[in-house]
């Protein structure tokens, strides 16, 4: 915990350590991202092999993020969501479908980038 006394620089510094205590918990205990993250690498060694541009580069670590971060924050909302109401709930389920169809929609866009970069290439 961040506390007043601390100053900004302790602040800073243990709020960088929680952020990657965080990363840690998602890459070793959430399978989605583990997947995400396998994914990721296999598009990334496939950018190398490819030779893709500078903005192709962009436009995919932007994806790759987009996608990476929105299944953090839907695990983030899935985790709350089991604290506030741990027995099934249809409510707590639809809010739980809602933050998924974000990772979805970030997923398929995603998939469009990699398509526009990509099929192109082999073509």
């Given at each position: 915990m961040?506390?007043?006394e601390?100053?900004?620089?302790?602040?800073?510094?243990?709020?960088?350590?929680?952020?990657?205590?965080?990363?840690?918990?998602?890459?070793?205990?959430?399978?989605?991202?583990?997947?995400?993250?396998?994914?990721?690498?296999?598009?990334?060694?496939?950018?190398?092999?490819?030779?893709?541009?500078?903005?192709?580069?962009?436009?995919?670590?932007?994806?790759?993020?987009?996608?990476?971060?929105?299944?953090?924050?839907?695990?983030?909302?899935?985790?709350?969501?089991?604290?506030?109401?741990?027995?099934?709930?249809?409510?707590?389920?639809?809010?739980?479908?809602?933050?998924?169809?974000g990772?979805?929609?970030?997923?398929?866009?995603?998939?469009?980038?990699?398509?526009?970069?990509?099929?192109?290439k082999?073509?």
């Amino acid at each position: 915990m961040i506390k007043p006394e601390d100053g900004f620089i302790v602040g800073r510094i243990k709020s960088v350590k929680f952020a990657l205590k965080g990363l840690w918990m998602l890459l070793t205990t959430e399978h989605s991202i583990m997947v995400q993250m396998v994914m990721a690498m296999l598009i990334t060694v496939l950018g190398f092999l490819m030779d893709i541009s500078r903005f192709e580069w962009i436009a995919q670590l932007l994806a790759i993020g987009l996608v990476l971060t929105a299944e953090a924050l839907n695990t983030a909302i899935e985790k709350i969501a089991d604290v506030v109401q741990p027995d099934f709930d249809p409510k707590i389920g639809m809010v739980k479908d809602i933050a998924a169809g974000g990772v979805t929609f970030a997923a398929i866009i995603a998939a469009i980038i990699g398509l526009i970069i990509y099929v192109p290439k082999f073509m």
